[in-house]
């Protein structure tokens, strides 16, 4: 991976950051010069984390990390929806890991097992893979779910939606459900994104518990449809109040 094991992502006192997910170089240009701090690479068409190709991916690292103040700009990407199977959500965290990106998120979908894909992905975290969880707001996990993440060496944990439905993440967390979230991960050391079919309108309620990043796509977009173009003055509009 491109960061040394001892470098951190952010600060331990931050200013939250504005992730944007992109599907393609001229995307991923927009995004940064409209000031996002994370270059998220997606693909909306293929659900909540859809996974882009493995060569596009690479191209648009390659894009993030030769522009202007690339030094501080960070780039993540999604494995796809995938089932929680330890050896199947192996094979794409290695492949992901050729492409040099910052960041892998993986969706923690339902399942009666998290613990043997948590063990499977111990030894990768020790390689200095850098995982964030993604929690959705309509699954209800296990109340120790957190401090296990935490124990098998993910950085962070970010809580999204999976239902593309017109609902947002404050549909389903209250600003009480929400801070409570936000200390169980800061008091890991953990850090915290917030996402989840997020408009503009929605910025200072989720900025309120302090994140240490807000993500946005579809609100972002043409629209406010996550399969159309970015709009560069939505993302401008958000750089302003996040």
């Known amino acids: 991976m491109s960061l040394s094991l001892n470098q951190p992502i952010l600060p331990k ?6 992730l944007i997910s992109v599907t393609s170089i001229e995307e991923a240009q927009i995004a940064l010069e409209n000031g996002a701090d994370i270059i998220d690479l997606k693909e909306p068409a293929a659900g909540a984390l859809g996974a882009l190709p493995i060569e596009q991916i690479k191209a648009i690292v390659a894009y993030v ?3 202007k103040d690339a030094d501080v700009k960070l780039t993540s990407a999604t494995i796809g929806d995938l089932p929680m199977q330890p050896e199947l959500l192996l094979s794409h965290i290695a492949q992901l890991s050729t492409t040099d990106v910052d960041i892998i998120k993986i969706g923690f979908f339902e399942t009666d097992d998290y613990q043997s894909c948590l063990d499977a992905l111990k030894p990768i975290v020790q390689t200095g893979t850098r995982l964030i969880a993604v929690l959705f707001a309509e699954t209800t996990y296990p109340n120790d779910l957190i401090v296990d993440i935490k124990a098998a060496g ?3 944990v970010m809580l999204d939606t999976a239902n593309k439905n017109g609902l947002t993440l404050l549909d389903y967390y209250s600003i009480e459900k929400r801070s409570e979230f936000a200390e169980n991960v800061f008091k890991l050391g ?10 503009i309108q929605h910025v200072d309620l989720i900025k309120d518990v302090n994140p240490s990043y807000i993500g946005f796509r579809g609100g972002v977009c043409d629209g406010n449809q996550r399969q159309l173009a970015l709009d560069a003055a939505k993302i401008k509009s958000v750089r302003k109040i996040v």
């Open 190 to 199: 953990m850090q915290l994104g917030l996402a989840g079919s997020l408009k």
């Open 13 to 18: 006192v931050h200013k939250t950051q504005l």
């Open 65 to 67: 990390k030769s522009a």
């Open 154 to 156: 993910f950085i962070g």
